[in-house]
């Protein structure tokens, strides 16, 4: 089964530290990864995606993540954590079929204290 | 540009009432999703089009219904609502068959059964 983990519920960061979120995931032939975030009483933006190339991918807010096929894992990072970054974040794998369905990890809640 | 635009925001329903929630996306995408977020569950996929005139199931389909008469709109409907379906819905949207593309999303309705 074509699957995405998120295997922390939550993490916290003091600000100006470096941050991760962890993500792996499993799907059968070339995945194509996403991050999303999402903001309290918001819908879900787009961060950053992997489709193909070099590794380290950068995003939207200072966000990077890298993609890591033998460990099949696609953590997003930053370097200096602020206390805005503090939301809920989902990776994401989009499956090629008919639908081109996205499946969604559960989520890590980002925690930045100042 | 609105993107994807959901309506209500809000909705407080009782035990075997209907309604229905409307998507409008103005970014001529042919794919159009329904997700149901949950605490600690991620996002699921309730159902799914990817043309006008077309729908499929998703994930959780049971107790909802879908369709998608103009491609600019998708409408999920509830036809007996139970307490088990009060969650935070979103719909989001793509280009279809583009897998390289992400989703993009509404900012939600927050439907509560008593």
């Known amino acids: 089964a074509q699957s995405v983990a998120q295997p922390e519920d939550q993490v916290n960061v003091a600000e100006g530290n470096p941050l991760t979120v962890k993500c792996t995931y499993s799907v059968s032939g070339n995945p194509y990864l996403f991050w999303y975030v999402q903001y309290p009483n918001r819908g879900l933006q787009f961060l950053l995606k992997?489709?193909?190339?070099?590794?380290l991918v950068k995003g939207s807010y200072g966000f990077e993540a890298e993609f890591n096929k033998s460990q099949t894992s696609f953590h997003l990072k930053k370097p200096s954590a602020l206390v805005s970054d503090s939301a809920l974040y989902f990776c994401a794998v989009r499956l090629y079929s008919s639908a081109s369905k996205i499946i969604f990890g559960s989520g890590t809640r980002l925690s930045i204290r100042p | 540009n609105a993107g994807v635009t959901q309506t209500p925001k809000f909705r407080v329903l009782k035990t075997g009432q209907s309604m229905t929630l409307l998507c409008a996306q103005d970014m001529n995408h042919e794919y159009m999703y329904w997700y149901r977020q949950d605490p600690g569950m991620g996002l699921r996929l309730i159902h799914y089009?990817?043309?006008?005139?077309?729908?499929a199931k998703g994930e959780v389909p049971d107790g909802y219904n879908v369709s998608r008469l103009k491609k600019q709109n998708f409408l999920l409907g509830l036809e007996s609502a139970a307490p088990s379906q009060t969650s935070v819905y979103f719909c989001?949207?793509?280009?279809?068959?583009?897998?390289?593309?992400?989703?993009?999303f509404g900012s939600g309705t927050r439907l509560t059964v008593v």
């Open positions: 089009s990817v043309g006008e005139g077309t729908t």
């Open positions: 989001a949207s793509s280009y279809g068959g583009r897998v390289s593309y992400g989703y993009t």
């Open positions: 992997y489709i193909t190339g070099d590794n």
